[in-house]
């Protein structure tokens, strides 16, 4: 038996996932060979804050002159079910596009994204509708100040008192309704937003309710009546701006303004799109796997899919304080 091969989009879907897949009854991606044109490619997301795709192009493996996998002068569109455009989508790096931070889908619509492109075959997808999940109920925040220097104390003020901050959110989730999460933080320091990426510091430039597909989920290993997860960072980011104090030269300290917070959760049928991608990248190389069979798709060319994420976000202003704990619900 010959080994099965297809191309799945070129971003890294690393999802261990947990769900049945019961529910879908989509074209299947997969074939027993290579594409052997090039077609659009999209992975993307309906949620209560916007929309979101990431667009790519297969590259057969017979074409010997294929120049990458991003698309040129691509126009990404987003429509209700009465097949009335209600907003476009902007382009914010070579692959991934989402719609305005001022467009606010209606719970009530459906809504399905249309892609076109110079030489391809303009792409649909099947409509999804909004789905709410219960909201972040409570943060609590401890606020710790920290010694730089035992022996001068003038650095602490000079810098603006650096301070440990520990961020704690929790969600209710009595009816075992949330199966998967993601979140993050997002800081600000006048008025420019930031967010944290590993141990650095990195400015955000795009819409606060764009999430990348490649940061996988985290799963629900067990059922709880209370999700809740902590973020720990210090008030301060390195800027350009710098001062001399004692023959030293020093990066200066701000003080954090608000900390957003956002968690996202996955419909059961991009979980098990997800799954399927996980399962297929894992077994292809195994000649006897039908795997590569089970890959659903919504899209009107067979080729990935466009799900639905309930985003739950809570922004909390930080009083300049140095030491605290403080308890917010909502």
Not at 108 to 119: E, H, K, L, R
Not at 273 to 300: C, G, H, L, Q, W
């Amino acid at each position: 038996m010959g080994m099965k091969e297809i191309y799945v989009l070129g971003i890294s879907l690393f999802l261990i996932l947990m769900s049945s897949c019961d529910i879908i009854s989509t074209q299947m991606v997969a074939e027993d060979d290579f594409y052997i044109n090039e077609e659009l490619a999209i992975v993307g997301y309906l949620s209560n804050k916007g929309a979101v795709v990431n667009l790519q192009k297969t590259v057969s493996a017979f074409n010997k002159e294929a120049k990458g996998d991003s698309v040129e002068n691509a126009i990404v569109e987003l429509y209700n079910k009465k097949k009335q455009r209600v907003s476009n989508f902007i382009k914010t790096d070579a692959y991934n596009y989402t719609t305005p931070s001022s467009f606010v889908p209606d719970p009530d619509q459906f809504y399905y994204v249309a892609i076109s492109a110079p030489g391809f075959d303009s792409v649909i997808s099947a409509p999804q509708s909004i789905i709410k999940l219960n909201d972040i109920e409570r943060i609590r925040i401890e606020i710790h100040s920290t010694n730089y220097s035992k022996d001068d104390t003038i650095p602490n003020y000079l810098f603006g008192r650096p301070r440990q901050i520990i961020l704690t959110y929790y969600t209710p989730n009595t009816t075992d309704e949330i199966t998967n999460q993601l979140s993050r933080s997002l800081y600000k320091y006048q008025s420019v937003m930031f967010q944290s990426n590993g141990k650095t510091i990195e400015k955000y430039k795009l819409p606060n309710f764009y999430m990348n597909l490649g940061q996988g989920v985290k799963p629900l290993t067990e059922k709880t009546d209370t999700i809740s997860e902590t973020f720990r960072f210090f008030d301060q980011v390195s800027l350009d701006a710098t001062i001399l104090y004692a023959d030293s030269v020093y990066h200066i300290l701000e003080r954090m303004d608000t900390v957003l917070v956002q968690t996202f959760t996955f419909s059961e049928d991009m979980v098990c799109f997800f799954t399927r991608v996980r399962e297929y990248m894992e077994s292809r190389y195994d000649p006897f796997s039908i795997v590569a069979k089970e890959i659903p798709s919504n899209m009107s060319n067979g080729i990935g899919y466009f799900g639905e994420v309930f985003i739950s976000e809570r922004k909390i202003a930080l009083p300049n304080i140095v030491n605290d704990t403080l308890d917010f619900t909502f």
